[in-house]
């Protein structure tokens, strides 16, 4: 709606245009009237359109023919005082003012002076209101008397407010295409349950979003009512259907209530034009650097009502005449065949539930202002009686918070795909949808995507993978090519050549940066062959400190395996941790460790994970070697051997031959191991029970 609205008045010489305006100021007719009144303003307070109103005079003494013009290129209505003798330079000028595109503005005929004729001109006027379109209304009056005075800049505010022109074409008695569309539109996007009809519980929630109050139960029956007696087909099964709908405002617009038809169309995003407002369909929305846009949870609902609403088979799947169905008001089809590439599909090619909000995900991560724009067709901000689209979007923190906070509030994450020509890229992708080579192969070549979508579980929590294949140009990739949670390398085992492009990306873009990245050894199925490279991908990943090379391959019977997938949306939600995790060394590591329930996080494991890690393995075993070298030593060199003899014969001891002492000195060797083993596993078995003993008291203390 207009945000002020110009009256300017024109006329002929002493027609009466400076008395109109000064007998609205003063509210009585003046002795002396001025060749020319001045702008006035009328504060919207004061005007029952809530709407600021300024109204010019012209003077035809004072005034050229171009100040004239440009005043009219100014106003949003000209307002004709004259007297109904309306002379041939007149008629010209309303011509002029018709029939040039800039000028096309509303007009109303007013008749001055009434209170000097005894009868009604009104017979005079018809033709002329007949032949110009743009003629609102006519209206007889009298600044001297102050009768209609009022009522004509009313009439005037209105003409501009609620114009008829854009709805009502009064040859044809029928409202006009654009409008008959508008209208359509609402209705299905009011038609809550899509059966065809407005019930009342529809009806009210209608009345309610545009008027702020509901219908009686008496004043809905006798709308159907009067329904009933103009049309047969109006009401069916005791409701409201779209013929029945669009009579009705034609029936206002008739009835001179054209303003119930632009408050319903203007609550519904539309402007005077008839076409949807950019400030409704494009609602203000920042976004910082670095940050991501998601869907939040009152939008997720109001796209699962709109799914149910459209799935009348009930098979969890969008067939193509409910998906046409479905986007019907919108003014073109958005959603072409390389969706059913993009998402998950069921057998027969169809959208599924979780296709179908995986592609709302997609849509509002990669372009938000497109997600706003389809939003604001579908009626959210009205459904779901939100303030706008906006409400609707959640923009994520700063990537580099979640870095530092070691945690991630996002649901959706950005994996950039990059390889060579026939690397298997396209493969990886579709495996991410569930689809084996044997599918990939009727995917039609102009109806590829490169872009899929899905949902895996990580600790539990559902997140969305975003898969992005990046077209294999080495010297043009852009700042949308590189921006990414997580990058993927894929190679083919079976070309010798297909690493190298890997290593050169990693190296020229990926090397020095933050981005988690890993490498897929892709056809695994086929005999692997040596890169032609420097070194093997796996100590390149080892050089980098990178996870391994993972198998992967998609020439299966079953649904390929989605293990690789949960990995990457893991990297991508802890890249500092599980990057550390992932590497060689730690792999090499933790492959030693025996942990019954391999969770390696409960008290249990990390105390198994002592006892059997490689540091005390390696102590126990420096011991033992130690321990035992010296015991050889001893025993094994005869002068020690010949100088204990002789000290056991100058002390009168038996003596013992060199081989008998030899083998007590290894039995006492071995028995010295062996107590030197029982204290250390008795020290560790103490440390073991004592951490126990402080997770028990702490477990109790908590409960506690």
Known sequence: MRKDVRILLVGEPKVGKTSLIMSLVSEEFPDVVPYRAEEITIPADVTPERVPTHIVDYSEAEQTDEQLFQEISKVSIPNKGASWCISSSYCLLITLLCGVDIFRVPLILVGNKSDLVEHSSMETILPIMNQYSEIETCVECSAKNLKNISELFYYAQKAVLHPTGPLYCPEKKDMKPLCVKALTRIFKV??????????????????????????????????????????????????????????????????????TTWTVLRRFGYDDDLELNQDYLFPPLKIPPDCTTELNHNAYL?????????????????????????FDVFPYMPWGPDVNNTVCTNDQGWITYQGYLSQWTLTTYLDVQRCLEYFGYLGYSIIAEQESQAAGITVTRDKKIDLQKKQTQRSVFRCNVFGDIGSGKSGFLQAFLGRNLMRQKTIKEEHRSYYAINTTYVYGQEKYLLLHEVFPD????????????????????????????????????????????????????????????????????????????????????????????????????????????????????????????????????????????ELLQTVRAKLYAVVLRSHKLTALNPDVITQQQH??????????????????????????????????????????????????????????
Not at 307 to 322: G, I, M, N, T
């Open 647 to 704: 000290t056991s014969h100058s002390n009168n001891l038996p003596g013992l031959s060199g081989r008998n002492l030899a083998a007590c000195l290894l039995h006492v060797s071995q028995a010295d191991l062996k107590s030197s083993t029982f204290w250390l596993r008795a020290s560790v078995g103490a440390t073991v029970f004592a951490v126990l003993g402080f997770a028990m008291y702490r477990v109790l203390l908590k409960t506690r």
């Open 302 to 326: 109001f796209l699962q009502s709109v799914f149910d609403k459209h799935d009348k088979d009930r098979d969890c799947a969008l067939s193509p005449e409910e998906l046409r169905d479905l």
């Open 474 to 613: 080495f010297d043009y990739l852009s700042d949308s090519d590189l921006a990414c949670d997580i990058v993927c390398l894929v190679y083919d085992v079976s070309n010798p050549y297909s690493f190298e492009y890997c290593a050169k990306v990693f190296k020229q873009y990926f090397m020095d940066s933050k981005t988690p990245c890993m490498m897929i050894a892709a056809k695994s199925d086929l005999p692997e062959v040596k890169q032609m490279y420097g070194c093997s991908p796996l100590e390149f990943c080892r050089r980098h400190k990178m996870p391994p090379p993972q198998s992967f391959t998609c020439n299966a019977a079953s649904a390929p395996n989605r293990d690789i997938y949960t990995k990457l949306t893991t990297m991508a939600m802890y890249p500092k941790i599980y990057m550390h995790l992932l590497t060689a060394d730690v792999i090499s590591y933790h492959a030693r460790l025996r942990c019954m329930c391999t969770c390696n996080r409960c008290t249990f494991c990390l105390c198994q994970n002592f006892l059997n890690s």
């Open 190 to 259: 009011s038609d809550l349950d899509n059966d065809g009809n407005l019930n009342d519980n529809e009806l009210n929630f209608f009345q309610r979003t545009c008027f702020n109050t509901p219908l009686e139960p008496q004043a809905l029956e006798d709308v159907k009512n009067v329904v009933r007696k103009n049309l047969i087909d109006g009401v069916c099964d005791n409701g409201l259907t779209l013929k029945g709908f669009l009579f009705l405002h034609t029936l206002f617009i008739q009835r001179g209530r054209h303003e």
